[in-house]
């Protein structure tokens, strides 16, 4: 069976720690409960400074809070990393491209780095 993680999960931490919607939002700075209910449902992605408030409150990492989301945006990246490593395969080798290509299999998660 695979655990599919959820897109967010705000309303989890925000129910460990007791507080409301209205609470969390005063704690964001001028939110209201229903924008950090959004957040908590996905409908609505907060904005970077947010997210960091969130993680701030909580303890968490924002990765962790979004954990779902985290890994289909790693899962977008890594995509797209193999398609400039193919693309940078076709270059000429010069040391300065080769350091790219190993770089870009650490994130595709390719082992042993670039060959020539």
Same mark, same amino acid.
């Given at each position: ?6 897109t ?6 925000r ?5 409301t ?9 001028s ?14 992605l907060?904005?970077? #400074? /947010?997210a960091?408030?969130?993680?701030? =409150? ?8 979004? +954990? &779902?989301?985290?890994? @289909?945006?790693?899962?977008m ?15 000429? #080798? /010069? ?5 790219? =290509? ?8 390719? +082992? &042993?780095?670039?060959? @020539?």
């Open positions: 069976m695979t655990i599919v993680p959820l967010t999960y705000l309303k989890m931490y129910k460990r720690t007791g507080l919607h209205e609470e969390v939002a005063f704690l964001l700075g939110m209201s409960g229903t924008s950090v209910s959004r957040h908590e449902l996905a409908q609505r907060p904005i970077l #400074k /947010t960091l408030r969130y993680e701030a =409150i909580f303890g968490a990492a924002v990765r962790d809070l979004y +954990e &779902g989301l985290f890994l @289909e945006t790693k899962e990246v890594r995509v797209r990393a193999r398609g400039l490593c193919a693309s940078l395969e076709r270059r000429k #080798k /010069t040391p300065y491209v080769m350091r790219k =290509i190993a770089y870009l299999r650490t994130i595709i998660g390719e +082992e &042993g780095g670039a060959t @020539e």
